[in-house]
């Protein structure tokens, strides 16, 4: 993944990588945090709009 540029879109070419990016994602939004612990309440809405595949 020699992009340093960020220019061209990877996604498709990697795209395991992706959906564990999106699923380690998801529970963070889900949970309300990214450490270990009891899960917390988002300030703002449980699903963010900018994460479609949450709805998926």
């Not at 340093?4 to 990016?21: A, F, M, P, R, T």
């Not at 889900?30 to 709805?55: A, C, I």
Request: charged share 40%.
């Amino acid at each position: 993944m020699d992009d340093i540029g960020e220019e061209n879109n990877l996604q498709d070419k990697h795209s395991v990588i992706v959906e564990n990016y999106r699923k380690e994602l998801s529970k963070i939004v889900t949970d309300g945090r990214s450490t270990k612990g009891t899960q917390q309440k988002n300030d703002g809405p449980e699903k963010w709009k900018q994460l479609k595949w949450m709805d998926e």
